[in-house]
């Protein structure tokens, strides 16, 4: 009988273990997954400007296990823009660290790698927000998820 429980207790563990290790991960409350931008906004003091990004433009950007990667295409440039790097949350900030890109994006990661961003994080939406050095907003870039 004891046998028994023991053999039912680790089946019963064993269960419990594979479901969690094959779940797939809940990526509706964080940054895990594919995003593409929408729309850019403009702060004026309280005044938010929002403008849809230009027809044919394209951005969209990864965020996976803390890595990044995002992709640019300008319609007219010849060259698309890339870059990966990692990437850290805190309850409303969002750090993305870059560590290397195309020509055009290395030659900027020679005076800033590290991108600090007020967050705004929704389950299928979020807004990396610039903010001035006295932390009003400035600007954002505005995404949804599409995978």
Avoid: C
Avoid at 11 to 36: D, R, Y
Avoid at 63 to 71: D, F, L, R
Avoid at 131 to 147: H, K, L
């Amino acid at each position: 009988m004891r046998n028994t429980m023991k053999i039912a207790g680790l089946a019963i563990i064993l269960i419990l273990a594979a479901t969690v290790l094959s779940s797939k991960p809940n990526t509706m409350h964080s940054m895990q997954g594919v995003w593409e931008l929408q729309s850019f906004s403009n702060w004026n003091g309280d005044v938010i400007d929002t403008v849809a990004k230009a027809p044919g433009y394209r951005q969209v950007k990864i965020y996976y296990n803390g890595k990044i990667m995002w992709s640019r295409w300008v319609p007219g440039d010849k060259q698309g823009r890339f870059g990966y790097g990692s990437y850290h949350l805190t309850e409303d900030e969002l750090h993305e660290t870059i560590e290397y890109g195309d020509f055009e994006m290395m030659q900027a990661l020679d005076t800033m790698r590290v991108f600090e961003f007020k967050l705004d994080l929704k389950d299928n939406t979020y807004s990396q927000i610039s903010m001035d050095q006295d932390g009003n907003p400035t600007f954002s870039e505005n995404y949804i998820r599409i995978d």
